[in-house]
């Protein structure tokens, strides 16, 4: 097994036992494996509120066992064990992973380098609680006095894709104490979103939380510096601005406080804490503000109930192992090279995006832990949306297009239990509900089976006829929920770990976007002074004339 692990994944006799399979299976369709009453039975798991159904993917039981053994082959467990142990996990940057220390119980131990992270992980969480309570019984005031109505988050990436999803996600968790409380986020660089959203707030209530692990990102500190330029208007005492009206979050105190950022507004994390895997840290801060504390401590602990899952269960009965497990079937051994992710819930509408920044910034990479360029697929261009609303956009290639495409349907069973409405409004939303149940089934449905689930027939034309055959995986949720949305996160956290290893990559490392930020900062010279522009190509230099010629002649 030792001489196995150092031998590249895809000359391992597991790995060519399972080309041999796909093979095989890739001249099937998917209606050949339908009628197998069995499928269903064999290709599903209950776990607490999740339940996964595999029977929509093209494979059997027999590629499922072969996909075990290669998960066995290159010592997944022990990969899990490393992961959740703090070992260093993250080998281009010399650090462990350990967000899943982050929703440890307080009376847990993980000791890293030795000292226990569980009492620091939970003096952050109380200096959350801390600063919760103090907006949410209007103690925090603005510079004149008035309690905080409005917050505005101020991150990009990880800073926000998962805090903006979450607070999405759980709208209808808001306690009464929060009810009045706005929740607002910016990212983008361009200033869009920022000047938009400032034009509707007031600067004495309103409260920025500066977010960003390194506090280096551009596109975060310039949303943050015209925030401040706007806070300026009305009050000119800086400092009186910065204790009232700005918190930040990071792992950088220093940064922070060259920023300006009084000590006692900070909120620090952790290097350890990987910044697509930050929203259990102070990075959550704003979901805990909107769902209130309580609720934020559901969500951890809905994790933490995967956690538990993934360290302790065997392999075949383990939800985020069979998900990895599938998304590598797909990815590399079936080689579809496009997932979807189709929520059959609006409150899941952010859902796919806060996942492509997980999966694509984590997997998308073409070299393995020693350094050597794959010859093997790894992460698919994943994208998704709201799955009813997408049937009426992009449905239309997954069901007549030329690119085979896997796909995930999520879905809550039960929603609108108890809502505030007339009997007669909740009985509607109800109906609209099962509605969306019905797509849900119905869609994975037809994506199987093609023509074979309609009653179409050799007179039927070409173009009204579906030629199925694309696999998906349904995930069923009891219901939505803070315990079950922390554990839905934390079942594609691991999901994306799971693929890492089986793949041999480093999904905590992203030095691809480093990339892009060095090049922006060049750019940013050229265009502003016309520095280094001699040394671009061609094609960029003629249209950094054409952007410096119109600024030029507007100014
Ligand atoms: O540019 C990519 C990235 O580094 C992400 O990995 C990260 O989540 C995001 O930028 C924001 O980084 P920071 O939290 O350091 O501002």
Redesign the pocket.
């Known amino acids: 097994m030792k001489n196995n692990q150092k031998m590249p994944r895809s000359e391992l006799p597991e790995w060519l036992n399972l080309q041999c399979k796909a093979k095989d299976m890739g001249h099937l369709h998917l209606r050949d494996l339908a009628n197998d009453q069995e499928r269903h039975r064999a290709l599903t798991v209950k776990v607490g509120p999740f339940f996964l159904d595999i029977s929509k993917q093209k494979l059997d039981v027999d590629a499922l066992k072969k996909l075990i053994s290669l998960a066995e082959a290159v010592e997944l467990p022990n990969a899990i064990k490393s992961l959740i142990g703090g070992d260093i996990v993250n080998n281009t940057e010399g650090r462990p992973a350990l967000h899943s220390a982050l929703r440890l119980p307080v009376d847990a131990k993980l000791i890293i380098n030795g000292e226990d992270v569980v009492p620091e992980v939970h003096q952050s969480l109380a200096r959350i609680r801390q600063i919760v309570e103090r907006v949410h019984s209007r103690q925090w005031r603005g510079f004149s006095g008035r309690a905080i109505t409005d917050v505005v988050n101020i991150?990009?990436?990880?800073?926000d894709l998962g805090p903006f999803m979450a607070c999405q996600a759980l709208n209808e968790f808001v306690p009464t104490e929060a009810s009045q409380l706005k929740i607002h986020f910016v990212s983008s660089i361009d200033g869009t979103q920022v000047s938009d959203l400032l034009g509707t707030l007031k600067p004495e209530t309103t409260l920025f939380i500066v977010?960003?692990?390194?506090?280096?990102?551009i596109?975060?500190l310039s949303n943050a510096h015209t925030a401040m330029q706007w806070m300026l208007k009305s009050v000119g005492d800086k400092s009186l601005i910065l204790a009232h009206h700005f918190i930040g979050v990071s792992t950088q105190p220093q940064k922070m406080a060259a920023w300006g950022i009084p000590e006692n507004n900070q909120v620090l994390f952790w290097e350890w804490v990987?910044?697509?895997f930050?929203l259990w840290s102070g990075i959550g801060l704003p979901i805990a503000l909107k769902i209130g504390m309580a609720n934020f401590e559901a969500m951890l602990a809905g994790a933490h109930f995967i956690d538990n899952e993934f360290s302790q269960k065997p392999l075949a009965e383990n939800l985020p192992v069979l998900l990895g497990l599938i998304g590598v079937w797909n990815a590399t051994f079936l080689d579809i090279r496009a997932h979807s992710v189709l929520p059959y819930d609006g409150r899941l509408k952010f859902f796919p995006s806060y996942l492509s920044?997980l999966e694509m910034?984590s997997n998308g990479k073409s070299v393995d832990k020693q350094g050597n360029r794959l010859n093997y697929s790894t992460c698919p261009v994943l994208w998704g949306e709201v799955g009813p609303n997408a049937q009426h956009a992009f449905y239309q290639l997954l069901h007549q297009g030329t690119q085979p495409v896997s796909c995930d349907f999520i879905a809550p069973i039960k929603r609108y239990t108890g809502t505030i409405y007339s009997k007669e409004a909740e009985k509607s939303l109800q109906v609209q509900h099962q509605l969306a149940l019905a797509n849900c089934l119905a869609q994975s449905r037809v994506l199987m089976l093609g023509d074979a689930s309609t009653d179409s027939d050799e007179n039927t034309p070409n173009f009204k006829r579906y030629q199925g055959n694309q696999p998906s995986t349904t995930l069923l949720l009891d219901e939505l929920s803070p315990f079950t949305l922390g554990g839905l996160v934390a079942l594609y956290e691991h999901k994306v770990f799971v693929m890492s290893v089986i793949w041999d990559i480093n999904p905590f490392d992203?030095w691809g976007?480093?990339l892009?930020?060095k090049i922006a900062d060049k750019m940013t010279n050229a265009l502003a002074n016309g520095e280094g522009i001699a040394g671009f190509d061609a094609s960029t230099c003629g249209l950094l004339d054409l952007v410096r010629q119109a600024e030029r002649s507007v100014s």
């Open positions: 991150g990009v990436g990880g800073s977010s960003s692990k390194s506090f280096t990102t596109d975060t990987g910044g697509r930050s920044q910034e992203q976007v480093e892009g930020k």
